[in-house]
């Protein structure tokens, strides 16, 4: 039998070792590693699935039909589908009643204002009134086209928090900022001015916290789970020297981009990723529900 611990395989494991995080076994010589031990009281592995602007009704149809009977049930899974926000009711009615407390519904985005003369914002409120879990905040794309800052992010959340939602706050550096060996800071800073007011929401594990590697993202560079592991393990030691114990064993980290059926068990073998935030896979039901079922 085969041991991983924290990614490494090795051939034997002490008891008392500090830095053990999860420890897999792999039975034979080639099958699937299986969680054994995991530390910090996060038991379930979650995946994100950002739809972005894509899909309208009859394809929402016909994802559901695949996804449905494809998806393996799993209690220690979490999936979060985040449609385009007009679609948010639809999809949650599509959603299989046996799946139902497996699978949930986020919103992309939300308003920093709680109600009022906002012309085309949502508000969280609203948000959770559609039947959403989850609001992303700071996703790539809307820090890039709609320049959300960090306050920004924090005032989004914060409005995530007073309407019973969860959160996926995401976080990444850029190219240059890669180059020029900034990851660390940029991360740290996207937290700290984000998440300063927000504690004890973290120490509840109501805010997971997603790493997109924007250098990885139409560069034509790859973010290997060694990558993504090291800016995972930068996010969870912010949390732990900053916020507490208790918010470092309750926060989910997932990672994103480009996670793909082929390379997930790779990365939820990272002792610090809790799961993964999907983009153009997750838009594939066949390659979503394999993904999802794939990792043990
Ligand atoms: P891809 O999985 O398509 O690389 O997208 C990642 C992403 O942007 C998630 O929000």
């Known amino acids: 039998m085969a041991i991983n611990v924290n990614g ?3 051939t034997k494991v002490s008891i008392g070792e500090t830095s053990l995080n999860k420890v897999y076994a792999r039975i034979g010589e080639s099958g699937a590693y299986v969680l054994v031990f995991s530390v910090g009281g996060i038991r379930v592995i979650y995946f994100a699935g950002n739809w972005k602007m894509n899909k309208i009704k009859s394809e929402i ?34 959603i299989a009643p046996n799946l ?8 992309q985005d939300i308003s920093a204002r709680k109600s009022g003369a906002y012309t085309g914002q949502i508000s969280a409120n609203m948000a959770k009134d559609c039947g959403c879990s989850v609001a992303m905040i700071g996703e790539a794309e809307v820090r890039e086209y709609f320049g959300d800052t960090n ?35 940029v991360i740290e800073t996207q937290l700290s001015e984000a998440l300063g007011d ?11 916290i997603a790493y997109e590697p924007l250098w990885a993202i139409g560069t034509g560079k790859t973010a290997t789970p060694q990558d ?18 208790e918010a470092y064993g309750n926060s989910p980290v997932l990672a994103g ?12 073998a990272m002792p610090d990723i809790n799961g993964g935030l999907v983009g153009g896979a997750s838009t594939y039901a066949d390659r979503f529900a394999a993904m999802i079922n794939e990792v043990q």
Request: charged content about 20%; hydrophobic content about 40%; some cysteine.
């Open 198 to 208: 927000l504690y004890t929401y973290l120490n509840e594990g109501r805010i997971m």
């Open 8 to 10: 490494t395989n090795v």
């Open 61 to 94: 149809d016909s994802f559901f039909e695949t996804f449905n009977t494809d998806l393996t049930l799993n209690g220690q899974k979490s999936v979060i589908i985040f449609p385009p926000a007009c679609y948010l009711d639809y999809v949650k009615s599509k």
């Open 257 to 268: 981009g480009s996670v793909t059926p082929a390379n997930i068990q790779q990365i939820i």
């Open 100 to 107: 139902s407390g497996m699978v949930s519904v986020g919103i």
């Open 151 to 185: 306050a920004v992010c924090g005032e989004k959340l914060a409005m995530a928090m007073q309407s019973n939602l969860k959160a996926i706050y995401c976080v990444g550096e850029n190219l240059s900022e890669r180059d020029n060996g900034q990851t660390q800071s």
């Open 228 to 245: 993504l592991e090291e800016a995972c393990e930068i996010i969870r030691l912010w949390i732990r020297n900053h916020v507490s114990d």
